[in-house]
């Protein structure tokens, strides 16, 4: 069984730096594409940054330079490190992996930018 358990929301004030992290139990991470979402309130889910199997990354204009994402292999965790944060980063954070024709997802954690 696939499961995906976010960590490292929080409240954080703008500019600041936070760190996701999702843990995985059930498949191997490295091996297949991941990622993460967004959903601010009121607004749709968002891609943020995906790294492929290869190790391609690929992110979202609003987050490119200040957002990096990455695959831990020994914790089989897949990371967001998020820096110079805006208040319109604020949102719930997804992780994801695609595994064969399937999706999981985890339950999401919540970051707010705010002074």
């Known amino acids: 069984q696939v499961r995906l358990v976010e960590s490292g929301g929080g409240l954080v004030q703008p500019g600041g730096s936070l760190r996701l992290s999702c843990a995985a139990s059930?498949?191997?991470?490295?091996?297949?594409?991941v990622g993460w979402y967004r959903e601010a309130p009121g607004g749709e889910r968002e891609l943020v940054a995906s790294?492929?199997?290869?190790?391609?990354?690929n992110y979202a204009n609003s987050v490119k330079d200040r957002f990096a994402i990455s695959v831990d292999n020994n914790q089989n965790t897949v990371n967001l490190q998020m820096s110079s944060l805006k208040a319109e980063d604020t949102a719930v954070y997804y992780c994801?992996?695609?595994?064969?024709?399937?999706?999981?997802w985890g339950q999401g954690t919540q970051v707010t930018v705010s002074s």
């Open positions: 059930g498949l191997i991470l490295s091996m297949w594409h």
């Open positions: 994801y992996v695609d595994r064969s024709f399937e999706r999981y």
């Open positions: 790294v492929t199997s290869g190790g391609r990354t």
